[in-house]
């Protein structure tokens, strides 16, 4: 990465481009600290998730998309929960609502 | 991996419809459409509950601990060292330890200052990942994750500094600092000239989270 060939930094009104985070992404980042505090992962573990990820992920996920796949995969790997688990759960949250408001509130 | 669901990336060319070079498509609102990796939130933050893992409340409590962390943190401890030539010692030798001091909770963090001078202007970056002195400027900025940002500061930062609109005369060293997960800077910048009369405290509003990571001079008093 460092080094590498690259573009110049996107602009939005002369500067380069901010937004504030969205809840979702706030419990992304609470999640990774919560879970590598209590030992579940290491921070090279996540990094190691996103690095085999590959440059594509870069253009195809949002930085937080990036982190929670990686978050997801050290959780299985450690066997805090299992793929299967979270396929059936992933169904039943989608099924609240097609939006984030909706899916997250219901039964959270 | 195999969760019976299609992944975004899994369609190609698509994302060229809604997603930005800088990969940040998705802004603050949570009546959008559900993506895929928020629904994987969801779900994943259901199981760790379910199994006792953590608790609702404390990813509340941990987001308002984040949240509670500003630049403001980080501008405070420069303009002790502005002040306090002891003070600012101490942090150049251990800006942990000299942040604990002021109350700041830094966590197992190496922490390391470095000062900007006449000559010499400091910059951080994390190539490897978005490593950032988070617990003194809270979270950071879309663009210091940027593959942009992290690819270039390191070859040509005059020119991605003159993208932050900052340009600095040539006899000037520009030293970048690469963080690691356990190893993170913080700039301290030049004091602005006419500050003398200033305290602490209003020398702490000139002190911008840009100047303490070297993408620009603090600010000039008013």
Known sequence: MGGDAAGPLQQQNGRPVEHDFALWEKRVDALMVLMTTKGHFTVDGLRRAIEDMGPGAFETMSYYDRWIAAVNQNLVESGVYTLAELGEKMEQVARRGSTYGQASLAGA | ????????????????????????????????????????????????????????????????????????????????????????????????????????????????????????????????????????????????????????????????????????????????????ADMRYIVIPVRPSGTEHLNEAQLATLVTRDSMIGTAQARAPR
């Open chain 2, 1 to 180: 991996m195999a969760t019976g669901w299609k992944k975004p990336s899994d369609m190609p060319h698509d994302h060229h419809d809604h997603l930005s070079s800088s990969g940040h498509p998705y802004r603050a609102d949570n009546d959008a459409p559900l993506t895929y990796w928020q629904t994987m939130e969801i779900a994943l933050r259901e199981l760790l509950v379910e199994k006792g893992v953590t608790s609702q409340a404390e990813i509340a409590s941990q987001i308002d601990a984040m949240d509670a962390r500003s630049p403001a943190d980080g501008a405070r401890v420069v303009a002790r060292a502005w002040s306090d030539p002891a003070f600012r010692d101490r942090l150049l030798h251990d800006a942990s330890a000299a942040s604990r001091e002021m109350g700041f909770d830094i966590g197992a963090l190496r922490l390391i200052a470095v000062e900007n001078t006449g000559d010499v202007h400091n910059i951080i970056v994390c190539t490897l990942c978005s490593c950032y002195p988070r617990n003194l400027l809270g979270l950071s900025p879309d663009w210091y994750k940027t593959r942009e940002y992290r690819s270039r500061v390191v070859i040509e930062p005059r020119r991605v500094l003159a993208e932050f609109g900052l340009t600095l005369p040539d006899t000037t060293t520009i030293r970048v600092h690469d963080s690691t």
